[in-house]
């Protein structure tokens, strides 16, 4: 019989019951221990048990082919590997976040969230350290990987990044196939903290001057320097073209600025005024979005909601 090219085989468990056929061509063997799975995986433990034809009939001399056409070849031998305790090379370093996301919805699928906890978590971790960049499609895989892995933390820090350093409507996340993993109420609280937050920045430093005087155009002094120091070309700022962290950072640079007439921006007061906004961006509570909380903008500031 000719060798099948479209097919490669990896020996994961030595003493193996189970081949496990995934994906369409090119498809992958993965030779895996019955046990093993089901001790780690809901979904395995009722598709290997006795009431299915795949459980039946299993035994070390003759495995039993399970095919799974509509898996990743790649995620899920990954994930044979991490529940039978072997490494994966790739996640010793940092996986790119549409990998992430992969692991993240098969991990989910199978049931083997409790069992792959800690692995998520370093493979969560690394992603978020190794590729920090403020692009809205990147930290919105995260998010949902985050989610799915049910990673507190991840999921703050994800959702952070959201807030402070993308511009783009939350909305449009929508268009992506795996949007449907994460409940609406994400987006909607995202939208509604990042609004309020740009509302802060815009309208906070000026409510102390006085009110315009087109005679002295004092206020327009005090407002067009601090436009310069944000560097932005109008007032309002045109807030599609800065993310938060850009101006917050600027604020916190920013001397005492004032016009004649003694109307002041303290650069105390500006400073302060980049803590609160930074606070108000601080992260979105999963269990809030799991609990379904109606009261969302109050109970992210609660400490008992911070992430661990």
């Known amino acids: 019989m000719a060798e099948n090219k479209e097919i490669s085989t990896e020996l994961i468990s030595p003493s193996p019951d189970v081949v496990l056929v995934v994906g369409t061509p090119p498809k992958i063997n993965l030779m895996v ?26 035994s070390t001399a003759h495995p039993k082919e399970v095919t ?8 899920m031998s990954d994930i044979c ?5 072997k490494s994966v090379q790739k ?44 692009e809205l499609l990147t930290n919105g895989q995260r998010m949902v990987a985050a989610y799915l892995l049910q990673d ?20 449009t996340l929508l268009e992506k196939e795996w949007s449907c993993h994460i409940p609406t109420l994400v987006l909607y609280a995202l939208e509604v903290r990042r609004s309020t937050a740009q509302r802060e920045l ?12 087109h005679n002295s155009n004092h206020y327009g002094k ?52 980049a803590d609160k906004v930074e606070t108000m961006c601080g992260g979105i509570c999963m269990a809030c979005i799991r609990e379904r909380k109606a009261d969302i903008l109050s109970k992210y500031t609660d400490a008992a909601h911070a992430y661990p």
């Open 33 to 58: 221990s019955s046990a093993t799975l089901s001790n780690s995986s809901v979904v395995f433990a009722a598709m290997l048990g006795p009431k299915f034809r795949e459980g039946q009939d299993i």
């Open 68 to 75: 799974l056409p509509d898996d990743e070849p790649e995620t």
């Open 81 to 85: 590997y991490l529940l039978h305790g």
């Open 91 to 134: 996640f010793l370093t940092a996986t790119e976040t549409a990998q992430v996301l992969d692991f993240a919805v098969a991990v989910d699928k199978y049931g083997c969230v409790d069992a792959l906890r800690m692995q998520s978590h370093a493979v969560l971790l690394a992603n978020l350290e190794f590729y920090p960049d403020n």
């Open 152 to 171: 507190s933390r991840a999921f703050y820090l994800s959702t952070k990044n959201l807030l402070v350093g993308t511009t783009k409507p939350y909305h």
């Open 202 to 213: 815009v309208f906070s430093p000026t409510s102390g001057t006085a009110p315009y005087d």
């Open 222 to 273: 005090c407002v067009y320097q601090l436009r310069d120091g944000l560097g932005t070309a109008s007032w309002p700022p045109k807030l599609e073209d800065h993310n938060i962290a850009s101006f917050t950072s600027r604020l916190r640079q920013m001397p005492t600025i004032g016009s004649p007439d003694g109307t002041m921006m303290y650069a105390g007061d500006l400073r302060l005024l």
